[in-house]
């Protein structure tokens, strides 16, 4: 059975720009939660989607978005890049809103 | 404060020692999560509890919800050991609910 997968796996974007990044859950999981990982410190929560509905939000400007299509797997945008918004992105799906999460290899974006 | 603090920061071990990682929290939990991530940036987690002791080969992780402790142990610790550990919890409040709350790991290399 496949594990969570996201893409792309690195991406590299200008200050300004607009980057969409994917992630598809394991099979038969609801949840997904999105973090953010930046060098050297521990990943902080972005969003949490359950049933297609956020269902937690962390401290993170308007600039990031993210959805949940019907069959679970979720978008996060983020606009407007920033040079800060450099770091690894981490996809995370659980059973539900409670359960044990399992990461995806994440997705490592630039902002030059 | 961190809501999740770690220590050490970095541990260097040489191989066949036991090795201990201790994580301390602030908040109320539901669950806490002891991941390891290697260079890369994929996360693997480890142990997921919420009391008690879990031992799974030669990894023992232990929880005191009175005392908000939990402490990771490596018995016969092996260079393929080396990663970072990160201890992560499950808040149990508001709107938090469900999302994940990181320390900032600490860095294990073991020699050979």
């Known amino acids: 059975d496949a594990g969570v997968t996201q893409s792309p796996t690195h991406l590299i974007k200008t200050r300004g720009q607009h980057v969409t990044l994917r992630c598809s859950p394991i099979?038969?999981?609801?949840?997904v939660s999105w973090y953010q990982q930046v060098l050297g410190q521990g990943p902080q929560f972005i969003f949490q989607?359950?049933?297609?509905?956020?269902?937690g939000r962390g401290n993170f400007p308007d600039r990031f978005s993210a959805r949940q299509f019907p069959n679970y797997s979720s978008e996060l945008n983020v606009n407007a890049l920033l040079l800060g918004d450099s770091a690894l992105y981490l996809c995370?799906?659980?059973?539900?809103?409670?359960?044990?999460?399992?990461f995806g290899p994440g997705t490592r974006l630039t902002v030059l | 404060k961190n809501e999740v603090e770690q220590s050490p920061q970095n541990l260097t071990a040489q191989e066949g020692e036991f090795i201990t990682i201790n994580c301390s929290y602030s908040?109320?939990?539901?669950?806490l999560h002891w991941l390891q991530q290697h260079p890369g940036g994929g996360i693997v987690s480890l142990f997921m509890?919420?009391?008690g002791k879990k031992k799974h080969g030669r990894l023992i992780a232990t929880i005191n919800i009175q005392e908000k402790h939990s402490s990771l142990h490596i018995t016969a610790s092996h260079p393929r050991d080396s990663a970072v550990y990160i201890c992560?919890?499950?808040?149990?409040?508001?709107?938090?609910?469900?999302?994940?709350?990181f320390g900032k790991g600490t860095k294990l290399s073991v020699k050979p």
């Open positions: 995370a799906s659980s059973f539900n809103r409670g359960g044990e999460q399992f």
């Open positions: 099979s038969g999981h609801k949840s």
């Open positions: 989607y359950y049933e297609k509905e956020e269902r």
């Open positions: 908040v109320g939990i539901s669950a």
């Open positions: 509890l919420s009391s």
């Open positions: 992560a919890v499950r808040s149990n409040y508001g709107g938090s609910q469900g999302n994940l709350i």
